[in-house]
Structure formats: C-alpha cells, structure tokens
C-alpha cells in the first residue's frame, strides 16, 4: 500500500500511475475529497540510462489521463462513485486503483459501502472478481461493503501472548493464560460489538 500526503494531497502509486486527490487546505475542507474530482496522472519515465526501469512522481507539468468522483459524502454509511477510466486499459492497474479507492473510502468516518456502475466486459468483471470485500452486481450496479474488524480475534492471540509472559512471571501458566483470555478476549468483544452497533445505527439497521 503506496499511501501518502504530500503537498496537500492523497497519493496513491500503481506502477504507472500517481492517483491525487484534490488539494486540502484545512481539515475543515477535508469534506472536499468526496465532492471534487481525483486525477490520476501517468507516471513521467526518468531520462538516461535506466529510463525503462525507472519512473518519477513528478507529474505537475502531465496532463490527467483520467479521473473519478465520490457523489457527495456518505448517506446511510453508503457513498456512490463515477469514473472515466477509458484510457486505462491495463486491467492489473485498474484492479489496484480500484482497490486503493475502496480502501481509502472504508477507512474514512462512517463509511461502510461503495456504489458505482461498471461496463458489462470482461475486463470489468476481472475487476470485480480480483476485490475481495463482500459484493454485489445488479445489472451493471456494483456495491462493495468494508469488512467487519477481528478485534477479538486479534485481542484472543495478544491474550495468549501476554498470558504466557504472566504465566511465566508468576510461575503458573494456566493461570496466566486463563488472565490474558478474559482481560484481552473482552476487549476485543467489546471493541467489535461498538463497532457493529455503530455501523448498524449508521446503516439504519437497527
């Protein structure tokens, strides 16, 4: 994952292509990356010897080959998604920027499911098959939803981990495990169980 600010901006990188985001002059403004426009810029080979293997992020002076646009910010955890990728006809590269707006949209406040429309071709419906979120496809409408977190999965094994360093402090390991499971575990629990409700109240789930 190629993620970084720079001069304002989100950059993404995919082989040939840098993936900007529109400038942010404040974080008051950061509601600007769901309404305006992100350019995806070709990336400028280097001149001299080791021009084939090499490229650079300079791209002021390039012009954008193609762009896309979030419809506003989220309504009901849900934004919606245009693109004009016609220029694009790597489907790898189209995969991964594919895959790094999703990835940037799920991490954002309250954001839980992209909608965008794609063209009934093979190329497409790679796309589609190569993203692993929980997915649907209606007629050319395709709706990706984020994933739910494994906190407690993930506090379980630090459960364990410390458990075992306790264990061994204090000479009894059943004990120890036994500790790191239940103050862990619950975490965990607890952790993913905010996360649901709250996903759920944004959704209208409840």
Same mark, same amino acid.
């Given at each position: 994952?190629?993620?970084?600010?720079?001069?304002?901006?989100?950059?993404?990188?995919?082989?040939?292509?840098?993936?900007?985001?529109?400038?942010?002059?404040?974080?008051?403004?950061?509601?600007?990356?769901?309404?305006?426009?992100?350019?995806?810029?070709?990336?400028?080979?280097?001149?001299?010897?080791?021009?084939?293997?090499?490229?650079?992020?300079?791209?002021?002076?390039?012009?954008?080959?193609?762009?896309?646009?979030?419809?506003?910010?989220?309504?009901?955890?849900?934004?919606?998604?245009?693109?004009?990728?016609?220029?694009?006809?790597?489907?790898?590269?189209?995969?991964?920027?594919?895959?790094?707006?999703?990835?940037?949209?799920?991490?954002?406040?309250?954001?839980?499911?992209?909608?965008?429309?794609?063209?009934?071709?093979?190329?497409?419906?790679?796309?589609?098959?190569?993203?692993?979120?929980?997915?649907?496809?209606?007629?050319?409408?395709?709706?990706?939803? !984020?994933?739910?977190?494994?906190?407690?999965? $993930? @506090?379980?094994? %630090? &459960?364990? +981990?410390?458990?075992?360093?306790?264990?061994?402090?204090?000479?009894?390991?059943? !004990?120890?495990?036994?500790?790191?499971?239940? $103050? @862990?575990?619950? %975490? &965990?629990? +607890?952790?993913?169980?905010?996360?649901?409700?709250?996903?759920?109240?944004?959704?209208?789930?409840?």
């Amino acid at each position: 994952m190629k993620e970084k600010i720079k001069e304002n901006r989100v950059i993404f990188k995919t082989k040939n292509y840098l993936i900007k985001s529109p400038e942010i002059t404040s974080t008051a403004d950061s509601g600007s990356l769901f309404t305006l426009p992100w350019n995806i810029y070709p990336l400028k080979k280097k001149a001299g010897k080791n021009a084939t293997d090499s490229t650079t992020e300079n791209s002021n002076d390039t012009q954008a080959i193609a762009s896309f646009n979030f419809e506003g910010n989220q309504d009901c955890g849900l934004v919606k998604l245009t693109f004009n990728f016609n220029e694009i006809s790597d489907t790898g590269e189209l995969e991964l920027i594919f895959y790094y707006i999703c990835h940037w949209a799920f991490s954002q406040k309250d954001v839980y499911s992209l909608q965008t429309k794609f063209p009934k071709n093979k190329q497409y419906q790679q796309v589609f098959d190569y993203l692993s979120y929980k997915k649907e496809n209606i007629d050319g409408t395709v709706t990706f939803r !984020a994933d739910y977190p494994i906190n407690t999965i $993930i @506090f379980l094994f %630090i &459960g364990m +981990v410390m458990g075992l360093v306790f264990g061994i402090m204090f000479s009894n390991i059943k !004990a120890g495990l036994a500790f790191g499971f239940v $103050i @862990f575990g619950s %975490i &965990g629990i +607890v952790k993913d169980s905010n996360y649901k409700r709250t996903r759920n109240f944004i959704e209208k789930r409840d």
